[in-house]
């Protein structure tokens, strides 16, 4: 039987990339890469040749039993996002779960998340916290934060840079404009960035400067 890797990519800066993850990669007999034209580029760059196959939120409910049977035959496949650690708000979960329940052994190598060095770069209490990855777009969204809104733990949150103010203005109505904030961008690119204040604080920081590029927000949690 062969082994499902999952194997973090960097989010930005190419020599976030582990040893040991390109050598897998070159090894594996198959990648699942969420967008193989942008996972193209990270391989030509470490010289890895080994063949790819498209796997991603719009697809992979109808591939994993198949992938399954692969690796039960023997493959080695490794799964990879665009960036960061696959299954963290990225495709992988139902891959991982099917393996898991078919008996098929999975490696997840440590590496590249983008949420960590922005908790641990906000200067917010990170001995206790919680994930919540994008919130709902619409439907249980006001249920969803007014619940968060009691959360005494600092709380992570992806958004893009268009949504942004929007969320900001959300957490001033239901976590009050002085709750601590800290809005990471752009984390190990060229033009990374933390921004730190009070949710009224940051917003007008973003008001008068538009975001760009992948961002990560980390709230205080209520006193």
């Not at 949420?115 to 001995?127: E, K």
């Amino acid at each position: 039987m062969g082994k499902l890797y999952l194997v973090p990519t960097p989010i930005g800066n190419l020599e976030d990339i582990t040893f040991r993850a390109v050598r897998i990669l070159k090894e594996v007999d198959l990648i699942l890469a969420e967008d193989t034209r942008n996972s193209g580029k990270l391989l030509k760059h470490f010289e890895i040749k080994t063949h790819m196959q498209s796997h991603h939120m719009h697809n992979e409910h109808k591939t994993v039993e198949g992938i399954v049977q692969r690796i039960k035959n023997g493959d080695t496949i490794a799964l990879i996002s665009d960036a960061g650690t696959p299954a963290i708000s990225d495709p992988g979960f139902l891959l991982t779960r099917a393996c898991v329940e078919a008996g098929v052994e999975v490696d997840c190598l440590p590496g590249a998340t983008a949420f960590v060095p922005a908790l641990v770069n906000s200067g917010f209490p990170n001995d206790k916290f919680i994930f919540e990855g994008f919130l709902p777009v619409k439907k249980g969204r006001q249920t969803r934060l007014k619940f968060l809104a009691e959360e005494s733990r600092t709380m992570i949150f992806y958004e893009s840079p268009h949504k942004l103010l929007k969320t900001l203005q959300h957490f001033v109505e239901y976590f009050g404009p002085e709750r601590p904030v800290s809005v990471s961008r752009e984390i190990t690119k060229l033009h990374e960035e933390t921004i730190r204040g009070t949710a009224s604080e940051v917003i007008q920081h973003y008001t008068q400067k538009p975001p760009k590029g992948e961002i990560v927000i980390v709230v205080g949690g209520k006193p």
